[in-house]
């Protein structure tokens, strides 16, 4: 069982270019997340979605944006890269029936972006 | 809004003793979970435990315990008999119960060493 598959694992990018981050699950989650984490801090969440078709904000999603066609990905696009986006990116999964429900989230190994 | 406090940046433990870090939150909810990940230096998120709000027992895993106060709102780690295997970054982790997305909020982290 591969969980959340996010590539690429690295990529370097200038100023002004797009590029977008690739993420899928296996585990037929309903729920996805992109969160990102600056150096030395927690992580923040970008975008989500709670099923295809559905997606919305979260609270940083400035310069984002996201689509959710199938349940098993859901890629994260830069549009015009900026330093301040050099970050390590993290997508995440989880089920959700109905509440309460303690099911924690599944993450990625992460991308790590620089922007020059 | 909620928010999540990790006031250790960093801690150090020598192997084989305890070492407990902390975590408070603010929230208006009545109905949530919190979470502690660990990420080593691989950059995986790996759940080390979970808490239900509704439950007055703390959670345990192994040499994972929490102490979960909710009037108080905190959430602290006790790691016992540690090893150099838990050497990482520590986040604490809040989401609601009810169906919004079940988005987590994190603390900064708290970078644990541990010394042979």
């Known amino acids: 069982n591969a969980g959340v598959t996010q590539t690429p694992k690295f990529r370097i990018l200038k100023i002004g270019q797009s590029m977008t981050l690739q993420c899928t699950q296996d585990m037929n989650h309903n729920y996805m997340y992109w969160y990102r984490q600056d150096p030395g801090m927690g992580l923040k969440l970008i975008y989500y979605s709670v099923g295809a078709g559905i997606t919305d904000k979260g609270e940083v999603p400035n310069g984002y944006n996201v689509s959710r066609s199938t349940t098993e990905d859901f890629p994260l696009r830069l549009e015009l890269a900026a330093p301040s986006q050099t970050s390590v990116y993290f997508c995440a999964s989880s089920y959700y029936n109905r509440a309460p429900s303690n099911q924690p989230q599944h993450f990625g190994d992460g991308t790590r972006l620089s922007i020059l | 809004a909620q928010t999540v406090t990790q006031s250790q940046p960093e801690m150090s433990v020598q192997e084989a003793e305890t070492v407990t870090l902390s975590c408070t939150y603010d929230?208006?909810?009545?109905?949530?979970?919190l979470f502690w990940y660990k990420q080593p230096p691989s950059r995986q998120m790996i759940l080390v435990i979970r808490q239900e709000a509704y439950k007055q027992q703390n959670a345990t895993e192994n040499r994972f315990s929490v102490n979960f106060q909710k009037a108080a709102k905190s959430f602290s780690l006790k790691i016992s008999d540690s090893q150099l295997g838990d050497a990482a970054m520590y986040f604490c982790a809040y989401r609601r119960g009810d169906n919004q997305g079940g988005k987590l909020i994190f603390g900064q982290g708290t970078e644990l060493s541990v010394k042979p």
């Open positions: 929230t208006s909810e009545s109905d949530y979970y």
